[in-house]
């Protein structure tokens, strides 16, 4: 509230300024030295001096906000300048047209060299508006992107550091020691297994996207380490019919791991994650039975970090939405360069 009360200020200032600034315009003679004789006259041509300036300037200056909504000058700059340019003489033309169509009324008004004339100041104060906007834009997209490129390898770094975490480790070797006792076949495999989990990880550190295929292999791998760790507690099902595109890497694996530590994973509450394509996503939704406490600390890498991972690879956003029943997180398919 607070804040509207500031725009509302501001725009109030900027208006009486405008309109001063037209009055003393007027007085000084500058836009009509031979308009008025008496006092009437010249607060009639001062009324439409002001007037003039606040349609040019903060009509043309809502215009070019509301534009620069609907086109980028980043994506567009081109196309964004000749749009800009063109509806802000469409609209001064106009916004003259009619002020001085009203004003002929009252006084001698000289409607063609008026347009002439607002269109010609209108459109040097635009071209140092749509230069300052372009610049302005331009920078904050440098800095934005260089946020996100920042924000992407801590997020990976962060990715790289969850994998070789002791409790990883520990969980995995626990396995593994029972394993060998057990089926040394299956330890064999087992620890096959874990050195294409850690081998994919120490690839794909300097990767942004990688192909889904490659992904969803090493995601076959991982889900192998925590089957024989859980056994049937736990269900993956992934069902994929293309391979074509890209994910950021290690995205799904983080998904997955974020399910079984925050959710309860035994015999009577099976924990239960699908893997799946939907509409240019790639979906990852889990039965909902959250843990009352989250036994393994968090090593940083969550959720946040896959979306601003995304922010910075993607024009679409990271999809997430839960129930009562079902936590769903959608990553959006990426073209691989």
């Given at each position: 509230?607070?804040?509207?009360?500031?725009?509302?200020?501001?725009?109030?200032r900027?208006?009486?300024?405008?309109?001063?600034?037209?009055?003393?315009?007027?007085?000084a003679?500058?836009?009509?030295?031979?308009?008025?004789?008496?006092?009437?006259?010249?607060?009639?041509?001062?009324?439409?001096?002001?007037?003039?300036?606040?349609?040019?300037?903060?009509?043309?200056?809502?215009?070019?906000?509301?534009?620069?909504?609907?086109?980028?000058?980043?994506?567009?700059?081109?196309?964004?300048?000749?749009?800009g340019?063109?509806?802000?003489i469409?609209?001064?033309?106009?916004?003259?047209?009619?002020?001085?169509?009203?004003?002929?009324?009252?006084?001698?008004?000289?409607?063609?060299?008026?347009?002439?004339?607002?269109?010609?100041?209108?459109?040097?104060i635009?071209?140092?508006?749509?230069?300052?906007?372009?610049?302005?834009?331009?920078?904050?997209?440098?800095?934005?992107?260089?946020?996100?490129?920042?924000?992407?390898?801590?997020?990976?770094?962060?990715?790289?550091?969850?994998?070789?975490?002791?409790?990883?480790?520990?969980?995995?070797?626990?396995?593994?020691?029972?394993?060998?006792?057990?089926?040394?076949?299956?330890?064999?495999?087992?620890?096959?297994?874990?050195?294409?989990?850690?081998?994919?990880?120490?690839?794909?550190r300097?990767?942004?996207?990688?192909?889904?295929?490659?992904?969803?292999?090493?995601?076959?791998?991982?889900?192998?380490?925590?089957?024989?760790?859980?056994?049937?507690k736990?269900?993956?099902?992934?069902?994929?019919?293309?391979?074509?595109?890209?994910?950021?890497?290690?995205?799904?694996?983080?998904?997955?791991?974020?399910?079984?530590?925050?959710?309860?994973?035994?015999?009577?509450?099976?924990?239960?994650?699908?893997?799946?394509?939907?509409?240019?996503?790639?979906?990852v939704?889990?039965?909902?039975?959250?843990?009352?406490?989250?036994?393994?600390?968090?090593?940083?890498?969550?959720?946040e970090?896959?979306?601003?991972?995304?922010?910075?690879?993607?024009?679409?956003?990271?999809e997430?939405?839960?129930?009562?029943?079902?936590?769903?997180?959608?990553?959006?398919l990426?073209?691989l360069?």
């Amino acid at each position: 509230m607070a804040l509207d009360r500031k725009i509302i200020w501001r725009e109030v200032r900027d208006i009486v300024i405008l309109m001063l600034v037209g009055i003393l315009m007027t007085w000084a003679g500058v836009t009509c030295r031979n308009c008025y004789d008496n006092s009437r006259e010249f607060w009639i041509v001062a009324s439409f001096t002001a007037l003039m300036w606040v349609l040019l300037w903060k009509g043309n200056s809502y215009l070019a906000d509301y534009i620069s909504t609907k086109m980028s000058w980043i994506d567009q700059p081109g196309k964004r300048f000749l749009v800009g340019l063109v509806a802000t003489i469409t609209y001064t033309f106009l916004a003259m047209y009619i002020l001085g169509a009203i004003y002929t009324l009252s006084f001698k008004f000289n409607l063609t060299a008026g347009i002439t004339y607002s269109v010609i100041i209108t459109i040097i104060i635009s071209l140092f508006m749509h230069s300052r906007a372009f610049l302005i834009n331009w920078k904050q997209s440098v800095v934005t992107a260089e946020q996100l490129k920042r924000e992407s390898i801590a997020a990976k770094y962060e990715s790289l550091k969850n994998q070789v975490n002791p409790h990883f480790l520990f969980n995995s070797f626990n396995a593994l020691s029972n394993l060998v006792y057990e089926d040394q076949d299956k330890a064999v495999k087992f620890i096959k297994q874990l050195s294409e989990v850690y081998r994919y990880v120490l690839d794909t550190r300097e990767k942004e996207v990688v192909p889904l295929a490659d992904e969803l292999k090493f995601l076959n791998s991982y889900i192998y380490l925590q089957k024989i760790r859980f056994a049937d507690k736990l269900s993956i099902e992934i069902s994929i019919n293309t391979i074509k595109g890209g994910v950021a890497p290690l995205a799904l694996q983080m998904l997955i791991e974020n399910a079984i530590k925050h959710n309860v994973v035994s015999e009577d509450d099976p924990l239960t994650v699908k893997v799946f394509e939907d509409k240019g996503f790639i979906v990852v939704e889990n039965n909902l039975q959250k843990k009352t406490s989250i036994g393994e600390p968090s090593a940083g890498v969550g959720l946040e970090n896959i979306c601003k991972r995304y922010e910075f690879l993607s024009s679409n956003n990271v999809e997430v939405s839960n129930n009562s029943k079902t936590f769903v997180v959608k990553l959006p398919l990426l073209t691989l360069s």
